[in-house]
């Protein structure tokens, strides 16, 4: 729904959306015929090329079978080796001493192995071993690969033809085993049996051009020889899933093996799905195209009423530009010409306005200053009467004085109307050095400004109404001893300064606080004139009297100097 609200508010974009749907309907139309024409051209293609991959394939592997088998009848019509396996099955016939039978046996273990290096060579690296048995079961090999795993097997093999190689229906450890069986053709009798298994993993490299799991060597009976998924060999090959798979078998004349290749639906029609990405992508492209074309068209006639939009949602947040750069003289162009001139008579407004309003308070704040100062100096004159009617206590009066001096003389110095807080803290412990030398040991203070926040600037004279506010409502009233802590601290970078008095302490029912003494009001309208209505004063009842919180921004003056500041001295 916001986007829907977005482009119905956008002229620009209304007219982009118009003019795309405009060119996409024949865009589909002209695709979806292409793609419908070009699909029956490449099922076609596929099937034909499922087959031509088959056929290839097979007769790729029968060619390798054919191959081992004639190595096989190669060893099998060697005289060394008819001469031992006569000599095994008829040793009165064909008699040999065992000198001769020891070197001949070493000689067909010798040539065994050389028979096995010639496969791999010639062939490829299939083989996994060379088996010979005489008559009686005796063993001759060559290879690495595990012993006979079903030598009963080998000897009931039927064999269609007599000294034929043939690949048996049976796995041994899931090897492929190409058996002969060795005749006597002037007697008929059976000599013995020859034996070339294949490395089951290594016969995968044959039909290695198929997806993994895709392609199956059966016998007859649908039971598995060959395939990459090894567990499967030796099982039923399991019927495809309906729909998923296309199946192309073709049978082995020589082998009697038949060849199943499942090729997945997704991937026989991966060039269907080319095709249809072919034509999403030409008419995408195409929609694109026209959409450039138009938005830049567009652009120029949309481009000054969406800038004039956009600086009147500025002037409404008091953010007043003029439009620039035209381009052209319509009836648009008059029309940035007319916010031109409101925009200009609005900005001379509020400079009219803003001034008045400077005026104002700068008036204010001139007033407040100037009730601040007689009141403060009122009082401190007080106490020195106070003192002066004591005559234990008249020798401090000069003390009393000059730290008053130094108050009156920081406090009338004309300047700026901030100063930094270690000056403001200086001004607060002198005001309060001179009740001490009233109260004497019934009165005591603490001052807590970290060393980060010296150079923070504070209203000037922002800190003593506070102080004498609690000697008046608070210390001034009790009966033991009296105390103000002043700490200072930063806050959600923030200043914190708290004006903490016991002046509660000995009164039983606590003090209450309605509101802010004229003095806490002149405080509360300087820090908001200077920072806002964020800033100002808190008042709360502490546990044992009144706290005063401050809250004000962290302005920093690196220029300022804060050891001898504005004429502040001790006595």
């Not at 829907?4 to 982009?16: E, Q």
């Not at 001769?100 to 290096?117: H, N, P, S, T, V």
């Not at 495809?240 to 020589?254: N, Q, V």
């Not at 005063?548 to 962290?554: E, Q």
Request: hydrophobic share 40%; with cysteine.
């Amino acid at each position: 729904m916001k986007i829907v609200r977005f482009i119905r508010s956008r002229l620009h974009y209304k007219m982009m959306l118009i003019y795309s749907l405009l060119t996409l309907v024949p865009l589909i139309i002209v695709s979806a015929t292409f793609y419908v024409t070009s699909k029956r051209i490449l099922e076609n293609n596929v099937d034909q090329s499922f087959k031509q991959t088959m056929a290839e394939t097979s007769d790729k592997i029968d060619g390798v079978f054919k191959a081992f088998a004639r190595e096989a009848s190669g060893i099998g019509d060697n005289q060394f080796v008819n001469a031992l396996l006569r000599n095994a099955s008829e040793p009165d016939k064909y008699p040999l001493v065992p000198s001769e039978r020891a070197a001949l046996e070493e000689r067909i273990e010798e040539m065994l192995w050389i028979g096995l290096e010639d496969m791999g060579k010639n062939i490829g690296d299939i083989a996994d071993s060379i088996h010979l048995f005489d008559a009686h079961g005796k063993h001759y090999f060559a290879g690495s690969g595990p012993d006979i795993q079903y030598y009963e097997a080998i000897v009931i093999m039927p064999f269609e033809k007599q000294g034929v190689p043939e690949w048996a229906f049976f796995v041994d450890y899931r090897r492929l085993v190409c058996n002969l069986q060795l005749v006597d053709p002037a007697a008929g009798t059976i000599l013995g049996y020859l034996v070339i298994l294949l490395d089951p993993i290594k016969v995968t490299s044959l039909y290695d051009s198929y997806e993994r799991g895709s392609f199956f060597i059966t016998n007859a009976s649908n039971v598995v020889m060959s395939t990459d998924l090894l567990p499967s060999i030796g099982e039923l090959l399991p019927s495809p899933a309906t729909g998923d798979t296309i199946t192309t078998e073709r049978k082995s004349k020589w082998t009697g093996f038949k060849y199943v290749s499942r090729i997945p639906v997704s991937e026989a029609s991966a060039g269907i799905r080319r095709l249809a990405v072919f034509s999403i992508a030409v008419a995408l492209a195409s929609w694109v195209a026209v959409i450039v074309i138009t938005y830049y068209v567009l652009r120029k006639i949309t481009s000054p009423l969406a800038t004039l939009s956009k600086l009147m949602r500025k002037a409404q947040k008091e953010n007043y530009q003029l439009i620039e750069n035209f381009g052209s003289h319509d009836e648009i162009a008059q029309l940035c010409h007319s916010f031109n001139r409101m925009i200009l008579e609005t900005k001379e407004l509020i400079q009219k306005v803003y001034k008045a309003e400077l005026e104002q308070k700068e008036a204010q704040l001139a007033a407040i200053r100037t009730y601040f100062n007689p009141h403060f100096l009122h009082n401190t004159l007080e106490y020195v009467s106070i003192l002066a009617k004591s005559k234990d206590k008249i020798e401090r009066i000069p003390y009393v004085v000059k730290s008053l001096s130094s108050i009156i003389r920081f406090s009338i110095s004309p300047g700026e109307a901030f100063v930094s807080l270690d000056v403001e803290m200086k001004f607060a412990k002198i005001y309060m050095q001179i009740h001490q030398y009233r109260f004497e040991d019934r009165f005591e203070y603490s001052i807590e400004l970290p060393e980060h926040l010296k150079r923070v600037e504070v209203p000037k004279l922002i800190l003593q109404p506070i102080i004498e506010n609690a000697f008046i409502h608070g210390i001034d009233h009790i009966r033991g001893k009296g105390r103000i802590d002043i700490r200072a601290y930063e806050s959600q970078f923030n200043l914190v300064i708290e004006i903490e008095d016991n002046g509660g302490f000995e009164q039983p029912p606590p003090r209450v606080s309605k509101g802010m003494g004229s003095g806490l009001k002149g405080i509360e309208s300087r820090i908001k004139l200077h920072f806002g209505e964020r800033y100002g004063i808190e008042k709360r009842q502490g546990q044992q009297g009144m706290i005063v919180r401050l809250l004000l921004p962290i302005l920093l003056n690196e220029s300022t100097d804060f050891s001898e500041e504005k004429g502040i001295e001790s006595p």
